[in-house]
């Protein structure tokens, strides 16, 4: 098995030039390993396993008729880790150097480890047999370039990546990851460290009964991220457990929890502008709108299959889009009560749908079918159908948009030999006839109601109390004054 079931870009300008080299002692090191060696070993055909297949819909790559080959029925019998031999490998002499290693460093690999002002990251959560890694890719298409910078050793399958700048331990921005896997536990990356063994801090808990610890936080699979961009240090999460968790990033602990779904909840959005607006979409076949402040459902439709993926049109947030696990993909405005219109986009699940960084009613669509299709959707009333194309990377299984190069969209699958692929749409004669004339505009329009967003934040004394435990105005113009 190889397949690629997340990705996410980061943007340009974020990234370290320099990504700092983690440097271990063998004390370190040894304790990390014996630490790590537990969670390194992948459960075979546990619960987790059942649920995901359940969720994405995936079939199994080896049937059980096939002759085993490679003797995969006694694969957990062989002795050590065999998910990484770290432990076996690394061996130190009390001066601390590794017998292993005969050369000194090529000093020529250190230019490879600079990041540009002008490049992006692309994080690809890959699986490739019975190991997980979170890949981070370099990706400059003025120079046409594309590899792995450096990558990081996953202790579960990955689900869901989401980019995040809030770092509760430093006052400026970061470059962090948040990992939703088939655990329960988020993980957040730091991706300007090389070579880092550890996250830089997790969301969740599980029980214990030797430290009489209970559960914080979800109790199954995470599928779902999404950063509130307009309140930074929030992070929402969809579960399998049929819960959707705020977390507040400041102090590390959920703020609130939504218990309203029947079903899995596969995909969630903030709003644009309004940071307390999330859309959710669920197995239970509901799309809806949270309001975060009083803890409510203000709005809901009915989608025509289970819900895959929600997205607002961040060009005109009235509107907001919904595919589905029967190949549905539809448009529906929040001041009704019904879609105003729907389309059978593609064959199988449209687990990919995107629109354009900064090109109006340009919208991509990628579905289990293996097709990737473009749509206009400007007129706000039918979508127009620009170019499609049956890819050879197998079932696509996500898909995301450069948030600087409003044509080049990343896409993934689970064809074993090649599941992975950047589209520069602008190469294709359909689309950049159709799109090349088109106005560029920012996909935020409301600024200034950001900008007081973030001055409210500013001012306020606890930042988690107004946002999310804001049962009345009142309290929150009570604690302003406090402050002030």
């Given at each position: 098995?190889?397949?690629?079931?997340?990705?996410?870009?980061?943007?340009?300008?974020?990234?370290?030039?320099n990504?700092?080299?983690?440097?271990?002692?063998?004390?370190?090191?040894?304790?990390?390993?014996?630490?790590?060696?537990?969670?390194?070993?992948?459960?075979?055909?546990?619960?987790?396993?059942?649920?995901?297949?359940?969720?994405?819909?995936?079939?199994?790559?080896?049937?059980?008729?096939?002759?085993?080959?490679?003797n995969?029925?006694k694969?957990?019998?062989?002795?050590?880790?065999?998910?990484?031999?770290?432990?076996?490998?690394?061996?130190?002499?009390?001066?601390?150097?590794?017998?292993?290693?005969t050369?000194e460093?090529?000093?020529?690999?250190?230019?490879?480890?600079?990041?540009?002002?002008?490049?992006?990251?692309?994080?690809?959560?890959?699986?490739?047999?019975?190991?997980s890694?979170?890949?981070?890719?370099?990706?400059?298409?003025?120079?046409?370039?594309?590899?792995?910078?450096?990558?990081?050793l996953?202790?579960?399958?990955?689900?869901?990546?989401?980019?995040?700048?809030?770092?509760?331990?430093?006052?400026?921005?970061?470059?962090?990851?948040a990992?939703?896997?088939?655990?329960?536990?988020?993980?957040?990356?730091?991706?300007?460290?090389?070579d880092s063994?550890?996250?830089?801090?997790?969301?969740?808990?599980?029980?214990?009964?030797?430290?009489?610890?209970?559960?914080?936080g979800?109790?199954d699979?995470?599928?779902?991220?999404?950063?509130?961009?307009n309140?930074?240090?929030?992070?929402?999460?969809?579960?399998?457990?049929?819960?959707?968790?705020?977390?507040d990033?400041?102090?590390?602990?959920?703020?609130?929890?939504?218990?309203?779904?029947?079903?899995?909840?596969?995909?969630?959005?903030?709003?644009?502008?309004?940071?307390?607006?999330?859309?959710?979409?669920?197995?239970?076949?509901?799309?809806?709108?949270?309001?975060?402040?009083?803890?409510?459902?203000?709005?809901?439709?009915?989608?025509?299959?289970?819900?895959?993926?929600?997205?607002?049109?961040s060009f005109?947030?009235?509107?907001?889009?919904?595919?589905?696990?029967?190949?549905?993909?539809q448009?529906?405005?929040?001041?009704?009560?019904?879609?105003?219109?729907?389309?059978?986009?593609?064959?199988?699940?449209?687990?990919?749908?995107s629109?354009?960084?900064?090109?109006?009613?340009?919208?991509?669509?990628?579905?289990?079918?293996?097709?990737?299709?473009?749509?206009?959707?400007?007129?706000?009333?039918?979508?127009?159908?620009?170019?499609?194309?049956?890819?050879?990377?197998?079932?696509?299984?996500?898909?995301?948009?450069?948030p600087?190069?409003p044509?080049?969209?990343?896409?993934?699958?689970?064809?074993?030999?090649?599941?992975?692929?950047?589209?520069?749409?602008?190469?294709?004669?359909?689309?950049?006839e159709?799109?090349?004339?088109?106005?560029?505009?920012?996909?935020?329009?409301d600024?200034k109601?950001?900008?007081?967003?973030?001055?409210?934040?500013?001012?306020?004394?606890?930042?988690?109390?107004?946002?999310?435990?804001?049962?009345?105005?009142?309290?929150?113009?009570?604690?302003?004054?406090?402050?002030?």
């Amino acid at each position: 098995m190889s397949i690629i079931p997340c990705t996410a870009w980061v943007k340009k300008g974020v990234a370290s030039t320099n990504p700092t080299k983690i440097q271990l002692t063998p004390k370190e090191l040894n304790r990390i390993i014996k630490h790590k060696q537990p969670e390194l070993i992948p459960p075979v055909g546990n619960d987790s396993d059942k649920k995901h297949n359940k969720v994405k819909g995936q079939k199994s790559e080896v049937e059980s008729s096939e002759i085993d080959e490679y003797n995969f029925d006694k694969y957990d019998d062989e002795p050590g880790n065999i998910h990484c031999n770290i432990g076996n490998i690394a061996s130190f002499e009390e001066d601390g150097i590794d017998p292993l290693i005969t050369k000194e460093d090529d000093d020529s690999e250190k230019d490879d480890d600079i990041i540009k002002s002008n490049d992006n990251l692309v994080l690809i959560g890959r699986v490739d047999g019975g190991g997980s890694i979170l890949e981070v890719f370099v990706y400059n298409g003025d120079e046409d370039s594309f590899y792995c910078h450096h990558d990081i050793l996953l202790p579960s399958f990955p689900l869901c990546l989401e980019w995040l700048e809030f770092d509760p331990s430093d006052s400026k921005p970061s470059n962090l990851c948040a990992i939703g896997d088939m655990t329960s536990i988020i993980q957040v990356w730091d991706l300007d460290l090389i070579d880092s063994l550890e996250p830089a801090y997790k969301l969740g808990r599980k029980p214990s009964k030797k430290k009489s610890h209970s559960y914080i936080g979800h109790r199954d699979a995470v599928l779902d991220l999404a950063w509130n961009k307009n309140y930074t240090h929030i992070l929402a999460s969809a579960s399998a457990d049929h819960t959707v968790q705020l977390w507040d990033l400041e102090n590390g602990v959920p703020a609130n929890k939504f218990t309203c779904f029947e079903k899995e909840i596969q995909t969630l959005k903030w709003h644009p502008n309004e940071g307390h607006h999330l859309l959710t979409g669920c197995a239970d076949t509901v799309v809806r709108v949270l309001d975060c402040r009083y803890e409510t459902v203000v709005k809901l439709w009915d989608a025509l299959g289970e819900v895959e993926k929600v997205l607002w049109n961040s060009f005109d947030t009235n509107y907001c889009l919904v595919s589905t696990s029967n190949g549905y993909i539809q448009y529906m405005d929040i001041r009704k009560d019904k879609s105003i219109w729907d389309v059978q986009a593609h064959t199988e699940e449209v687990i990919g749908l995107s629109l354009s960084s900064s090109c109006p009613g340009l919208l991509v669509s990628a579905g289990n079918d293996g097709v990737i299709k473009v749509w206009d959707i400007i007129n706000n009333k039918e979508p127009c159908s620009i170019w499609e194309k049956k890819t050879n990377l197998g079932a696509l299984l996500c898909l995301a948009p450069n948030p600087d190069n409003p044509f080049v969209f990343a896409v993934g699958g689970d064809n074993k030999s090649h599941n992975y692929k950047i589209f520069d749409l602008l190469k294709i004669p359909k689309v950049r006839e159709r799109f090349r004339e088109r106005k560029l505009e920012s996909n935020i329009k409301d600024t200034k109601t950001q900008e007081k967003k973030e001055e409210m934040m500013d001012v306020t004394e606890d930042k988690n109390s107004i946002i999310f435990n804001l049962h009345t105005i009142n309290t929150a113009s009570k604690r302003m004054e406090r402050k002030v």
